[in-house]
């Protein structure tokens, strides 16, 4: 039997009832970790590994107390998308390949422990938790967390896991998490594992969300006090449907994972908040995904919906292409044949592959068997192939307006030609309304007009972290001194990857900013997450 391991210690291999048998482990290859070959007999039913992870397991984050919202007790938390799972369990760590499971966790008993299985909701006073994940996941899936953690329900079968000094907070933002649930199955079908809780993890988790069956983990960076943020809650809950039931069969299928996600988060979005509002969404993901195919190049393979990871790490196929270039180009399809005729469609693709996983051609087969069935013209209209097997953004790219955001574009325009920050109308504005603005300004404004923008709107403090994440990047290319100490608080506080990228990447573009960068990155780089440190390594080009 051959497994996936990576750092792990290895201290022996039994069968069945505890017969020792033999096993090696391969040399290392980068990122890959080792093969981890093991002697089984004919009729072999069980295989024992006693183990140890290593202290910096790439999946595992242990925090300090002072990492943590409450600063008293130590929090763990594991990550394992794309192939991280193999730092902390030998298992066969492709997506393609599913597995239930059973756990045993024993944990300090002033901490309650989480895994992406069924849950309990109260602390165990012996410290010892047992979980059950009936349905089969994919390794990518396995999840863990420990920490000093309270639970709020939001109505029937779902809820909020969070520390103490976040749980109000917490359960104020995600209100509307049963609205989302209901929506969602509305739209595409029984949600498929039980409960459906959300877990606000310390500020060093690198993602927005993961979306681990039962239980998504989030940053509280979502947590904006006003709920503007909560989309990201409404892609983690449409993975119980793309991703976790039908699964991308490898990772160069990343985006049957997340295309039909964001496209069906949207969905879920509109059908809550209204059209208006999911138009702001999708024009603003429009403007970032041309700016990554502006950044690749338009020829880059990159841009191709399948990828080709071969011999790469497969967190590199982690961009707007497979997010964002899918949903449009299941959006160009929905548009192409109307919107009955598409749910019924994607209403059949996840029942009929449940528990299932799902490659490109295969999708493309579905696809012309079920809904092109032979009509040439209807083929030519949705041209896959130029979306699949093409670069950049195909001539049939929906065309996305939103009245909302050009309210902000024109307050943008009016401010550069010279009216008053004071006598912009910005009262209805959300958290979308300002990232539009932010980003329609020019890159680098004089001292001037930041000083006077920031007078006015209170940027450098605004503590919502998409309006932060905006505005320093205009402070550095400005070099408006005055928001670096709040920039640097952030950083370090903060192990976001959205947020850091972009920041330090800004920072990179001079000697001095450069230097800046190091600097707090020197300091930062202990609070931030495997999955974070690869990517910024290499913008700052970090020498360990
Ligand atoms: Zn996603």
């Known amino acids: 039997m051959i497994l996936d391991s990576r750092d792990l210690s290895i201290k022996g291999v039994s069968l069945d009832n505890g017969i020792a048998t033999s096993f090696s482990i391969a040399d290392p290859i980068e990122f890959m970790g080792s093969k981890f070959t093991i002697q089984i007999q004919p009729g072999t039913q069980k295989?024992?590994?006693?183990?140890?992870?290593?202290?910096?397991?790439?999946?595992?984050?242990?925090?300090?107390?002072?990492?943590?919202?409450g600063g008293k007790k130590p929090f763990l938390f594991t990550q394992s998308q794309a192939i991280l799972a193999r730092t902390w369990i030998p298992l066969q760590d492709s997506p393609g390949i599913k597995f239930t499971y059973n756990a045993t966790i024993k944990c300090p008993n002033d901490l309650m422990a989480l895994m992406s299985a069924e849950n309990d909701t109260t602390i165990h006073a012996d410290g010892i938790y047992k979980f059950k994940m009936p349905q089969p996941i994919s390794s990518y899936l396995m999840a863990l967390s420990v920490g000093d953690l309270q639970f709020r329900s939001l109505g029937d079968n779902c809820g909020v896991f969070a520390e103490p000094s976040m749980i109000d907070k917490s359960a104020w933002e995600f209100a509307d998490l049963k609205k989302m649930i209901t929506s969602a199955e509305e739209l595409y079908?029984?949600?498929?594992?039980?409960?459906?809780?959300?877990?606000?993890?310390p500020p060093s988790f690198p993602f927005g969300g993961m979306e681990n069956p039962r239980i998504t983990f989030a940053t509280p960076t979502i947590i904006a006090g006003d709920r503007s943020l909560v989309a990201?809650?409404?892609?983690?809950?449409a993975h119980s449907w793309s991703g976790n039931l039908v699964t991308n069969a490898t990772w160069n299928d990343f985006w049957l994972n997340e295309g039909f996600t964001v496209y069906f988060e949207t969905r879920i979005m509109e059908k809550i908040y209204g059209k208006a509002y999911a138009d702001m969404l999708t024009l603003l993901s429009l403007g970032e995904l041309k700016e990554t195919i502006d950044a690749m190049g338009d020829t880059s393979k990159d841009t191709h919906l399948y990828l080709d990871l071969a011999g790469r790490d497969p967190d590199e196929g982690v961009s707007d292409i497979a997010y964002?270039?899918?949903?449009?180009?299941?959006?160009?399809?929905?548009?192409?044949?109307?919107?009955?005729?598409?749910?019924?469609f994607v209403n059949n693709y996840f029942s009929t592959y449940a528990f299932q996983s799902m490659d490109t051609k295969s999708f493309l087969e579905y696809l012309e068997k079920e809904l092109i069935?032979?009509?040439?013209?209807?083929?030519?209209?949705?041209?896959?192939?130029?979306?699949?097997?093409?670069?950049?953004?195909?001539?049939?790219?929906?065309?996305?307006?939103?009245?909302?955001?050009?309210?902000?574009?024109?307050?943008?325009?009016?401010f550069?030609?010279?009216?008053?920050?004071?006598?912009?109308?910005?009262?209805?504005?959300?958290?979308?309304?300002?990232?539009?603005?932010?980003?329609n300004l020019n890159d680098s404004l004089d001292l001037k007009k930041m000083t006077e923008l920031d007078a006015?709107?209170?940027?450098?403090?605004?503590?919502?972290?998409?309006?932060?994440?905006?505005?320093?990047?205009?402070?550095?290319?400005?070099?408006?001194?005055?928001?670096?100490?709040?920039?640097?608080?952030?950083?370090?506080?903060?192990?976001?990857?959205?947020?850091?990228?972009?920041?330090?990447?800004?920072?990179?573009?001079t000697p001095s900013g450069l230097e800046r960068g190091r600097a707090i990155y020197k300091k930062a780089r202990p609070g931030y997450h495997a999955v974070a440190t690869q990517t910024i390594d290499a913008i700052l080009k970090w020498e360990l």
């Open 324 to 344: 964002e270039k899918g949903r449009f180009f299941l959006t160009s399809i929905e548009m192409a044949i109307g919107r009955e005729r598409w749910d019924a």
């Open 232 to 237: 990201l809650v409404a892609h983690e809950l």
């Open 47 to 69: 295989v024992n590994i006693t183990y140890a992870t290593s202290p910096d397991a790439a999946a595992l984050q242990w925090l300090d107390p002072s990492q943590t919202a």
């Open 189 to 201: 079908g029984p949600y498929a594992w039980g409960r459906y809780d959300v877990l606000v993890l």
């Open 456 to 509: 006015t709107f209170n940027f450098t403090n605004s503590g919502n972290s998409e309006i932060q994440c905006e505005w320093y990047q205009h402070a550095i290319a400005s070099n408006y001194e005055v928001a670096f100490p709040a920039m640097e608080k952030f950083l370090l506080h903060v192990g976001r990857r959205k947020f850091l990228k972009p920041i330090y990447s800004e920072l990179a573009k």
């Open 416 to 439: 550069k030609s010279g009216n008053p920050a004071k006598s912009l109308n910005t009262s209805e504005w959300t958290t979308h309304h300002w990232m539009y603005f932010l980003r």
């Open 373 to 414: 069935k032979g009509d040439s013209k209807l083929r030519e209209q949705i041209n896959a192939n130029a979306w699949v097997y093409g670069p950049g953004l195909p001539a049939n790219c929906p065309v996305i307006t939103s009245v909302e955001l050009e309210k902000a574009g024109k307050a943008a325009a009016d």
